[in-house]
Structure formats: structure tokens, C-alpha cells
């Protein structure tokens, strides 16, 4: 539970962008700098600002941008580049390997089909680099969408194409998608950049549903790896709650959610800060 690498790799950079301003730059994050409402705004009250692509002609040497772990297209990383501004560049390793791989395989001149959710900061990216290498990129976000996809192929060579996948995306799904296409494209490489611990954490939900009469997921409701936490544990366990704090927690205990429970599990998203889980099992033990 809590955060992975590339999250904590993240908001590190920002806190220590933040405590080493000593010339008074003005800091901001590209977009929302992860997915967890609390720690934005602990970050907001000590001076980080979010910068939305629109507001980029408004930079200049006098500013700081943070790229998020979810990566950036690179015509925008240039946009800031050419504003003067300076960039540190927080993209998670993992998802910065599969902007490279959908680079690389672009230039070779096949396509790049991703596994992933529309309007993703990290499919954004993926697409931006995969776009700028001049090959064709195809978005799929579930096995049907991957049978419509699949007709494109018929007939023509694929070698040179591959099936990558957003890190924080369903195995479950993942593996659905690639056996559709592969049953169509034989030659299609398949690459599974599924983040290990979005994998670990979905193993590890599996085993805590088999001991537990509720589940709680602590997350941002705009995290996507939250989310699926989410959808795994409603259909692992019938009594699953998505809370983002203990003041949740204290609605559902209020509602009585929780009665007659004897054993509640606790998992969290991989944007979701220690001190936010220790919270929410503080509020439940007092209750219970």
C-alpha cells in the first residue's frame, strides 16, 4: 500500500523543488502532480502551483515546471523548453521506458497500440511520442474495442508493430486484449509495461479479500490504479467502500455501513500517502 517508486519519486521532486527556492522562482507542476486531492493541497499551501498546457505561452526563465510521473508529449515538453522555463522531470522510469519503446517502434514505421484509458496523462504521452515518430498509434480500452482494432491489421505485416500498455492498467484486461489481437496479428510483439506494483497490489487485494467481510480502498477518486483497486475488491467482496480519508470512514460508520463486521480489510492506491492510510485504520479501530 501507499505510494509507488514513481509517485514518491514525484512528489519528493516537488518537495524538495519547493524547500530549495531560495531565488523565488515561481514552481508549478504540469497538471495535477498526482492523483490524491490531500497531498495536492498540502503541496498548494507551500507554494505549487498547477499549470495546465493552455497557460504555457504564460512561462518564463523565472519559473519551474515539474513533469508528473504520468510523462508529457514531447511538443509540449519543448513548448516549456522554449518559454525559458526550467523543467525537472519527474516521469516515472517505468512509464518513460514505454515512451521510448512507442518512439522506437514508431520510427521502425509500425504501429503503436496501447492498452490504456482515454485522456490518461500517461496515454498522452505515450501517443505525443508515438505520433511524433510518424508511425500510427491505436488506443484499445477493452477486448471489444481491441476486435474493431484487429480489422485494421488484416492482411498487412506487423513485425514492426507492438502492443504496449499503460502501467496502471487491469492485467485481467491487458491479457483479454493481447490474446484478441494476437488470435488476428500473430506477429504483433507484445510488450506487458504493466508497473509490478499495480500487479502487487491487485495480488496482494486477492488475498486480503479471502479474510476480510469488508474492504476498504483509501484513494483519490481521480486515481486510475485506485479506481480498478476499487472495481477488484466490489467484485471480490460485497461490502466495498472507496474512501479518500477518515472523514469518509466516518460517514460510512455513521450510515452503518459497517455493521456486523468482524473483519475489515484496508488497501490504498499507489497515490496514496502513508499518513492517509494510518488514518483511516485509526478511524476504524475506534469504532469497532
Do not use: W, Y
Not at 505549487?48 to 497557460?55: A, Y
Not at 502501467?167 to 510488450?191: G, H, N, R
Amino acid at each position: 500500500m501507499g505510494f509507488c517508486f514513481g509517485v514518491r519519486l514525484a512528489v519528493n521532486a516537488a518537495e524538495s523543488a519547493l524547500e530549495q527556492n531560495s531565488s523565488g522562482k515561481k514552481i508549478f507542476s504540469l497538471g495535477p502532480l498526482i492523483h490524491n486531492e490531500t497531498v495536492l493541497k498540502n503541496l498548494s499551501e507551500r507554494g505549487l502551483k498547477i499549470l495546465e498546457e493552455n497557460q504555457i505561452d504564460l512561462l518564463d526563465e523565472n519559473c519551474v515546471v515539474l513533469l508528473r510521473a504520468h510523462g508529457v508529449p514531447p511538443n509540449v515538453l519543448q513548448k516549456i523548453k522554449a518559454q525559458g522555463a526550467d523543467v525537472i522531470d519527474s516521469t516515472c522510469p517505468r512509464v518513460a521506458t514505454s515512451i521510448l519503446r512507442a518512439e522506437e517502434f514508431s520510427k521502425k514505421g509500425g504501429c503503436v497500440i496501447l492498452a490504456g484509458d482515454a485522456g490518461h496523462g500517461e496515454v498522452r504521452a505515450v501517443q505525443g511520442s508515438a505520433e511524433q515518430g510518424g508511425g500510427k498509434f491505436v488506443l484499445v480500452q477493452n477486448a471489444a474495442e481491441a476486435e474493431k482494432a484487429s480489422d485494421f491489421f488484416e492482411g498487412r505485416s506487423c513485425e514492426k508493430s507492438v502492443l504496449l500498455c499503460q502501467t496502471t492498467f487491469s492485467p485481467d484486461e491487458f491479457k483479454k486484449i493481447a490474446d484478441v489481437l494476437l488470435s488476428k496479428i500473430p506477429d504483433l510483439q507484445v510488450l506487458d509495461t504493466i508497473c509490478p506494483a499495480t500487479q502487487s497490489r491487485q495480488k496482494a487485494l486477492r488475498d486480503l479479500a479471502k479474510k476480510s467481510d469488508a474492504i476498504i480502498v483509501v484513494g483519490g477518486k481521480k486515481s486510475a490504479n485506485s479506481r480498478r483497486l476499487f472495481e477488484l475488491a466490489r467484485a471480490l467482496c460485497e461490502k466495498s467502500f472507496f474512501v479518500e480519508n477518515a472523514q469518509d470512514v466516518a460517514r460510512l460508520l455513521q450510515e452503518g455501513s459497517l455493521c456486523g463486521v468482524e473483519n475489515v480489510g484496508i488497501t490504498a492506491g499507489a497515490s496514496t500517502p502513508d499518513f492517509l492510510i494510518e488514518e483511516v485504520e485509526r478511524a476504524i479501530q475506534a469504532q469497532c
